[in-house]
């Protein structure tokens, strides 16, 4: 359940016999404290405005109302400050703020969107879940401008690298940007998993590349998640699907995650090293930690040791908000606001995902020093863990209770609505270009 957040403060209360010097002793303390309000600097009256955000609460369901409560404008479209005057700004930590403002696209003026992830087109009824924006706590960070973006990405090329939440991502980057430009698309395969397009003004590229292990796998599933034997994957072999195409790109945003915890036969040198979760097999079980390190390893050393100078930020995993059961058992996502911090802990497995990303990413900058500049890490893993709201849930189908109002349907608690929360990482995204 949400902890529902309330003020601790209570109003004094005095005896009957109150004595006179006790009351003047009160006023002047009271008219202190005013005066040393009035006269702070924005540091102080940035902890007030924290105090009042912090006084939000939640409801269930997807109940379809607005809340009435109105969080203090951030000043968001302002350039970036680090308010403390130390150091740098962590781009990471922060708040989800109330920013009531028109949706950047809408199913309407971005025809690119899936039918999975276009929560509008599919009937859901409530809408709070676009007006909230991603604000560090040291630090604003505009809005993503397209126009800029384009402008400054000329003669350039994105790659996107990974599973389907990449995809998910590169739809809100391709939403954004078709709304100042024309869009071409230009390749996709058989499965259109993975897609080119451009964008003929600025001669940009833009792609996907489907490798949801980012190494050699040979995966037996249908379009459905149904597998008809385990995944086969080769620990000592990345993917060529994306190394052949890696020196095409300038810019690349890559990312692992949940795939490794599907079950899975390792193997090395082309000969069976174990497996993740193959009880009737009779096999090592060396468990996804053991298959995460090792290509995560893999990946970071070949990106830096590279010749090619692309920009490469790694992005880690994303949590699921499934309740009461997961995606093939009934499990669902009904909520209709942000999670403040207190509010929610990582799972156990998803916290595992992020420390081994963490730690790997950590030792490939230890190992390459001389190349470190070239990875940037992308951790949007926390700050998505705060938003249970932002996700399909049973629309990711279309108006799934027309016919019966209590039918039951899969649930999609894992990628986003479009537009949505993924629509703030563009922010940071263009934040890190522009930093360098």
């Known amino acids: 359940m949400v902890k529902e957040m309330g003020s601790d403060w209570s109003p004094w209360r005095y005896g009957k016999h109150n004595h006179v010097i006790i009351k003047l002793a009160v006023s002047i303390l009271l008219v202190g404290l005013a005066f040393r309000l009035f006269a702070s600097s924005s540091g102080g009256l940035e902890r007030v405005s924290e105090v009042r955000e912090s006084n939000l609460s939640f409801s269930d369901g997807y109940a379809g109302e607005r809340s009435d409560t109105q969080v203090p404008d951030s000043g968001a479209s302002g350039a970036q400050t680090n308010k403390s005057g130390e150091g740098k700004c962590d781009l990471f930590v922060g708040d989800w703020i109330y920013y009531p403002s028109v949706p950047r696209y809408t199913n309407a003026t971005c025809p690119r969107i899936e039918d999975h992830q276009n929560c509008m087109k599919n009937g859901r009824p409530d809408s709070d879940y676009l007006y ?80 949801p292990f980012l190494a050699k796998a040979d995966i037996f599933e249908d379009i459905n998640g149904v597998s008809t034997s385990e995944i086969e994957l080769h620990l000592d072999a990345l993917d060529k699907k994306w190394t052949d195409q890696f020196e095409k790109f300038d810019f690349v945003v890559i990312a692992g995650g949940k795939w490794f915890l599907k079950t899975s036969i390792f193997y090395e040198e082309g000969k069976i090293v174990g497996c993740h979760y193959c009880p009737k097999r ?55 606001r942000p999670f403040k911090e207190n509010e929610i802990s990582i799972s156990d497995v998803d916290r595992i995902l992020r420390d081994i990303e963490l730690e790997q990413f950590e030792k490939a900058l230890e190992r390459h020093t001389a190349n470190a500049a070239k990875l940037k890490l992308f951790d949007t893993t926390m700050l998505s863990l705060l938003r249970p709201d932002g996700h399909p849930g049973p629309y990711r189908q279309f108006h799934p209770f027309a016919q019966d109002k209590n039918a039951k349907v899969q649930n999609d608690c894992l990628h986003w609505c479009l537009p949505g929360p993924i629509d703030s990482w563009n922010d940071m995204l263009m934040k890190m270009v522009e930093d360098g």
């Not at 071409?184 to 964008?199: A, L």
């Not at 930690?289 to 050393?301: A, C, E, N, T």
């Not at 100078?309 to 994303?318: Q, V």
């Open 132 to 211: 909230w924006r991603w604000k560090p706590r040291d630090c604003e960070v505009p809005n993503f401008d397209g126009e800029k973006f384009l402008e400054m990405m000329r003669n350039k090329s994105w790659a996107f690298i990974g599973d389907s939440i990449c995809r998910n991502h590169v739809q809100s980057f391709l939403c954004l940007l078709s709304q100042v430009a024309e869009v071409v698309d230009v390749y996709h395969d058989e499965e259109y998993k993975s897609r080119t397009w451009q964008f003929p003004s600025y001669n940009f590229t833009l792609a996907v590349i489907w490798s």
């Open 282 to 336: 009779n096999l090592t079980e060396l468990g996804f930690q053991h298959s995460y390190r090792k290509v995560l390893g893999s990946v970071f050393d070949y990106i830096a040791a590279s010749k090619h100078n692309a920009a490469t930020f790694f992005r880690t995993s994303t949590p699921s908000h499934f309740e009461n059961g997961e995606w093939f058992s009934g499990g669902t996502c009904k909520r209709t």
